[in-house]
């Protein structure tokens, strides 16, 4: 298990987010990756009343804090349509963000329950649900600009938490940094500077999905440890 390391610094290369679109959410019939895309519709033919498309992010207005998953789950976000609703990783994530100042109201895995989040935007590295969980290197690069858009657009961020190593290599790669430079770890945090000067720190966790906390990978106290460090450090950003 990596050690929680200082905050390491690092500025980008000059990378553009996207060269067709701003978008930070892709269209409810995004084609851009055909397998994920026969998915989906093989999913809308089964089950015609599930979400069904790319999900798209959640959000409090003006969010200082960006959350980056994995992926949507077939029967969680894919069916639901709203980020780690509907699944056991929404279960412990949205807890942890009602119980640090987050979120507010009640989670009730839908996305109509009243929950809402406070300085917080929620969303993933790949929007579509990938076949057994797993999108391709290919498919991680084609949604990388929807990310680096939202890096780019959302000015008021100040901080983002990585839910594991793709998440983390994605958001270091959108941030026109090279992973190796950055190793993800859990409880590792890190110093970004983005293309227009403004900073960023990424903190990074084990995905909170069953099967990490089923093998003991991530406790409950492990993941709750990172939110103390993100919470002190949301607060620190307020006061200055």
């Known amino acids: 298990m990596a050690k929680p390391s200082p905050a390491r610094n690092a500025s980008p290369r000059p990378v553009s987010p996207s060269p067709s679109t701003q978008a930070v959410n892709p269209d409810r019939d995004c084609d851009l990756c055909p397998r994920l895309r026969s998915f989906i519709l ?21 969010p200082r804090l960006l959350i980056v998953g994995l992926a949507p789950g077939l029967r969680g976000a894919n069916r639901t349509g709203r980020p780690f609703t509907g699944d056991w990783a929404g279960d412990l994530l949205y807890e942890t963000l009602l119980d640090f100042g987050f979120a507010k109201g009640a989670y009730d895995e839908r996305p109509d329950d009243g929950l809402s989040l406070i300085d917080c935007m929620i969303t993933n590295a790949v929007r579509c649900v990938p076949p ?9 690069n084609t949604c990388r600009p929807f990310l680096a858009n939202i890096l780019e657009q959302e000015k008021s961020l100040t901080s983002v938490l990585a839910l594991g190593r793709i998440a983390h290599d994605s958001l270091v790669r959108a941030c026109g940094l090279k992973p190796a430079h950055l190793p993800f770890g859990h409880g590792a945090h890190f110093s ?14 084990y995905h909170c999905s069953r099967y990490n906390t089923n093998t003991g990978v991530l406790t409950h106290k492990m993941f709750r440890d990172v939110f103390k460090a993100l919470r002190k450090h949301c607060d620190a950003q307020i006061l200055r």
């Open 42 to 62: 093989e999913n809308r033919a089964t089950e015609p009343d599930w979400h069904n498309a790319p999900v798209p992010s959640f959000s409090a207005p003006s």
């Open 192 to 205: 970004i500077k983005l293309n227009d000067e403004r900073k960023l720190t990424l903190f990074d966790s």
């Open 132 to 140: 057994q969980n797993k999108p391709s290197p290919a498919e991680i």
